[in-house]
C-alpha cells in the first residue's frame, strides 16, 4: 500500500531532538521552509534561525531557546512538506510534550508566531521553576511502566522527608522517564537496577520536566494561554495528557495548561491513533528520529517514518511512484 492511500498521522519532536544545524537543508531547498525561520526571527525579535544553524551547541540547548527553535524547525518542515506533498495530509496529529505545540499549529488551532513566543516563555519558567542542580530526570529501559511507577513511589519516600519521584514520560512499553528532585531520582535509579532494569541513567536535562515540581510554571503559563487565540483544529489532535483527541480550540488550551506538570502519555497516544483513526503511517515532522524508533516499538505493525530532509521525501515519493 502507498504512502499517499494509506492513512497517515504527523507526529512532532520534543525537547532533545535539536542540535545545530537542524532542517537547514530543507531551509536551503524550500522557500516555504526559509519564510518559516524569517517569520521566527521576527516574532521573537532575535535571529533563531542564526542559533539553529549556527549554533553554538551550549546556547541553543538553554530550554528557552531549544523550545522554540524545535517549534520553528518543525513548522518549517511541516510547510515545506505541504508544498512539495501537498497530497500528504494527516487523519490525525500529536506532538511529543513541546511537540504539541507544533501539532497544534499544523492542525491550526494556534498562530505559528503565538506558539513561538509561548514555548519560549514557557522554557523560561520551566527552568526557573526549580534551581539548576536540585531537579533531575532518569530513563529506565527494561521494566514495565507499573513497576517504575513503584519504584518511583518508594523511592520518593514518606512523611516529612518526602521528595519528589514520579513518571514523566511513558515513551515506550519498556521506556519510561521519571523526574523530580535530584536525591529521589538517584535512589530511583540505584532501585531499577537492583530490581532488572537493562538500563537505568540519569538525563542531560536541566529541569525535572512533566513533574509535579512544574506546578510553579504551568501557574505562569495558565495566564498566557488563556490570553492567547485558540481556533479549533481542523484536524483532531491527540494530546500528551489525556491521550484522546481535542477538537475544540478551549480543550486544546486546558490539555496545554495540564501538560506542564503531567506525565506524556506517548504509548497511549499512539496506539489511541491506531485504534482511533486507523493510522498505519506516522510520519516525524521535524529534526531527528526518536519518534520514530518509538513508534516502532509501541506498534510493530506501522510504519514509522523520519522526514529528515528533502532529498529523503523525494525519495520516498519516488518510491511510490515506482
Known amino acids: 500500500?502507498?504512502?499517499?492511500?494509506?492513512?497517515?498521522?504527523?507526529?512532532?519532536?520534543?525537547?532533545?531532538?535539536?542540535?545545530?544545524?537542524?532542517?537547514?537543508?530543507?531551509a536551503d531547498a524550500s522557500p516555504e521552509a526559509r519564510s518559516t525561520f524569517e517569520e521566527a526571527d521576527e516574532a521573537l525579535g532575535f535571529p533563531l534561525s542564526r542559533l539553529c544553524w549556527e549554533g553554538p551547541e551550549e546556547e541553543l540547548n538553554l530550554t528557552a531557546n531549544t523550545q522554540p527553535a524545535l517549534v520553528a524547525?518543525?513548522?518549517?518542515?511541516?510547510?515545506a512538506l505541504a508544498a512539495m506533498a501537498p497530497e500528504l495530509t494527516p487523519v490525525?496529529?500529536?506532538?511529543?510534550?513541546l511537540g504539541e505545540y507544533s501539532a497544534l499549529v499544523a492542525a491550526g488551532a494556534l498562530d505559528f508566531a503565538d506558539a513561538l513566543r509561548l514555548v519560549r516563555r514557557r522554557g523560561e519558567l520551566m527552568q526557573e521553576a526549580v534551581p539548576v542542580g536540585q531537579g533531575a530526570m532518569a530513563a529506565i529501559i527494561g521494566l514495565d511502566p507499573e513497576t517504575i511507577a513503584g519504584i518511583a513511589a518508594e523511592a520518593s519516600g514518606s512523611g516529612e522527608k518526602r521528595e519528589v519521584c514520579a513518571v514523566a514520560n511513558?515513551?515506550?512499553?519498556?521506556?519510561t522517564v521519571i523526574a523530580g528532585d535530584k536525591v529521589a531520582i538517584d535512589r530511583a535509579v540505584a532501585l531499577a537496577k537492583e530490581r532488572g532494569a537493562r538500563k537505568a541513567t540519569l538525563l542531560a536535562v536541566s529541569a525535572p520536566f512533566h513533574s509535579p515540581l512544574m506546578r510553579p510554571a504551568r501557574e505562569g503559563m495558565t495566564p498566557l494561554l488563556a490570553a492567547t487565540p485558540f481556533k479549533d483544529p481542523q484536524v483532531p489532535v491527540v494530546t500528551n495528557v489525556d491521550a484522546a483527541p481535542v477538537t475544540t480550540g478551549e480543550a486544546a488550551r486546558d490539555a496545554l495548561v495540564r501538560q506542564i506538570d503531567s506525565p506524556v502519555r506517548w504509548v497511549e497516544s499512539v496506539l489511541r491513533?491506531?485504534?482511533?483513526?486507523?493510522?498505519?503511517?506516522?510520519?516525524?515532522?521535524?529534526p531527528g528520529?526518536?519518534?520514530?524508533?518509538?513508534?516502532?516499538?509501541?506498534?510493530?505493525?506501522?510504519r514509522a517514518t523520519a522526514i529528515s530532509d528533502p532529498d529523503h521525501l523525494r525519495q520516498l515519493l519516488a518510491e511510490e511512484e515506482g
Open 92 to 97: 490525525a496529529v500529536a506532538g511529543h510534550s
Open 73 to 79: 524547525a518543525s513548522v518549517a518542515v511541516l510547510r
Open 1 to 26: 500500500m502507498s504512502l499517499v492511500t494509506r492513512k497517515l498521522a504527523f507526529v512532532f519532536p520534543g525537547q532533545g531532538s535539536q542540535k545545530v544545524g537542524m532542517v537547514k537543508a530543507w
Open 289 to 302: 528520529n526518536v519518534l520514530s524508533g518509538l513508534t516502532r516499538r509501541i506498534v510493530q505493525s506501522a
Open 170 to 175: 511513558y515513551n515506550g512499553p519498556a521506556q
Open 273 to 286: 491513533m491506531e485504534t482511533d483513526f486507523g493510522v498505519q503511517t506516522f510520519v516525524e515532522v521535524g
